[in-house]
């Protein structure tokens, strides 16, 4: 039996392991880290890149009428809810699932501002600027926030 959802399919791998689900409702890209790998939903790649550190998750979707959500382990629920909140991502938990709502202020598609994010930066450490002589100098983040 087979299983679409969407539009957006899964890779032949994840077709091989999903019990029949072969397509979804947002983009996919197949994301391997800390010794995991699936297909996910494209906007929330660079958070699961994080998340699986701390916890295993079984689902996940980017935008479902305005939240996001994932559904960890019962064992790991509450390391993902401390990840989301550290994030500040106000995260709601109603039967296992975590959901959280959708800001389009935040980039959970990309791994390196959501590891920036964590680090408690909202703004780049450092900014190198190439000056008038074809030199790198460093440069405050303050500055470069007026380009």
Known sequence: MTVVLGPYPLCAACRLTNGGLIAVRHRQVHLRAHGKEACV??????????????????????????????????????????????????PAVTDGVVSFPVWTTFRLDDAAWVRQRLSGRSRPAAVWRVNESGVFERSDPADSAED
């Open 41 to 90: 939903d494209r906007g929330l790649a660079g958070l699961l890149t994080h998340l699986w550190a701390v916890c295993d998750t079984r689902s996940c979707c980017e935008d479902d009428d305005g939240d996001a959500y994932v559904v960890p382990t019962a064992d790991t629920l509450d390391a993902a809810v401390e990840m989301l909140s550290a994030l500040r991502l106000e």
